[in-house]
């Protein structure tokens, strides 16, 4: 059987696959929780407000941090959207070609590049923004101010472990070894595979 399962049915066939193993079912619950929820905003917005824009999720992140933020370095641009410093070339790109977007050489490191919102961009990002909090409503209608409150407050206390304990945690999982660099998802190719 396949197809779409709703959160309540993945949820009883976990614990049924899972009964007898010593996990934590409730942390499991709410790591597993963060990640469809973030996927079915994710999902709902591009094909909704962000979809007239032609903008996808991190297109939009990306305008976001830098509408913000104002002119900043492309590597601080890309740890705030949480994305690759590659995948920002590619969507940095793609919005400078749409005129949403100006890259530049930084004035004290030629090495470094900034972005920067042109006045499309501007024009864009505060026409967009709107829409896209008005989204941001509807998703969370079900919960009232201060239920928004209360898992704004739960997720930032989760967000905030992550990056002050992440580091040391993952050093302890890896013996001290940096993490080996990730692919694109493609397997390594055997030794003498042309």
Known sequence: MTGYRSIRETEKAVKAKLGGTPVKH???????NI???ASAVRQHFENSVLRGAELTWTSFVVLYVVWIWGEMETRYVAE????????LTGVARTLAGRGLLERR?????????LLRLTDEGERLMG????AFNAEEVFVTEGLTDAECEVLADLLRKIVVR???????RRLHLLDGAEPVRRRSGRRAKPAGAP
């Open 26 to 32: 409730e942390q499991m619950a709410a790591v597993s």
């Open 35 to 37: 990640y469809r929820a």
């Open 80 to 87: 705030e959207a949480g994305i690759s410093k590659g995948t």
């Open 105 to 113: 050489g930084h004035p004290d490191d030629g090495r470094l590049a």
């Open 127 to 130: 026409e967009v923004f709107p």
């Open 162 to 168: 992550t990056e002050d304990k992440g580091e040391e």
